[in-house]
């Protein structure tokens, strides 16, 4: 009796240990992160910024993003949009990336969505 016992709670426990395992297809992009397409988006990543003394988020936002590896880690690169809420940003124009393993959130928009999205910005700040 003791024996089957041990034996359905070893069953139990592996079956519970295989179904926290990532899939395949989830293990696979979490390797390679550059299967993701945002071919035509707009995309916003809200990046880690913290360090030790301070939790720090700010946000990116790229046209023509993609994920691409440089030295061995993957990065999400582009041009870096304008940010609708400053007025002066100079890294608007810009080729940028930030390291995918920083990356908390990322927002994919058609241009329509973005658009509308600067709109609801400028109603906000009152531009």
């Given at each position: 009796?003791?024996?089957?016992?041990?034996?359905?709670?070893?069953?139990?426990?592996?079956?519970?240990?295989?179904g926290s395992l990532p899939s395949?297809?989830?293990?696979?992009?979490?390797?390679?992160p550059s299967a993701i397409s945002f071919e035509g988006k707009i995309v916003m990543v809200i990046v880690d910024r913290s360090n030790a003394l301070e939790k720090r988020e700010t946000s990116e936002i790229f046209k023509e993003a993609a994920i691409r590896k440089v030295g061995g880690r993957y990065f999400?690169?582009?041009?870096?949009?304008?940010?609708?809420?400053?007025?002066?940003?100079?890294?608007?124009?810009?080729?940028?990336g930030v390291a995918w393993?920083?990356?908390?959130?990322?927002?994919?928009?058609t241009?329509?969505?973005?658009?509308?999205?600067?709109?609801s910005w400028a109603q906000h700040t009152g531009e």
């Amino acid at each position: 009796m003791a024996r089957s016992s041990l034996l359905v709670t070893g069953a139990l426990l592996s079956i519970v240990a295989l179904g926290s395992l990532p899939s395949a297809a989830e293990e696979g992009q979490a390797e390679d992160p550059s299967a993701i397409s945002f071919e035509g988006k707009i995309v916003m990543v809200i990046v880690d910024r913290s360090n030790a003394l301070e939790k720090r988020e700010t946000s990116e936002i790229f046209k023509e993003a993609a994920i691409r590896k440089v030295g061995g880690r993957y990065f999400i690169t582009g041009i870096a949009y304008p940010r609708p809420d400053e007025q002066n940003d100079w890294r608007g124009g810009a080729e940028a990336g930030v390291a995918w393993d920083h990356v908390h959130q990322y927002y994919a928009y058609t241009p329509e969505q973005f658009k509308k999205l600067e709109e609801s910005w400028a109603q906000h700040t009152g531009e």
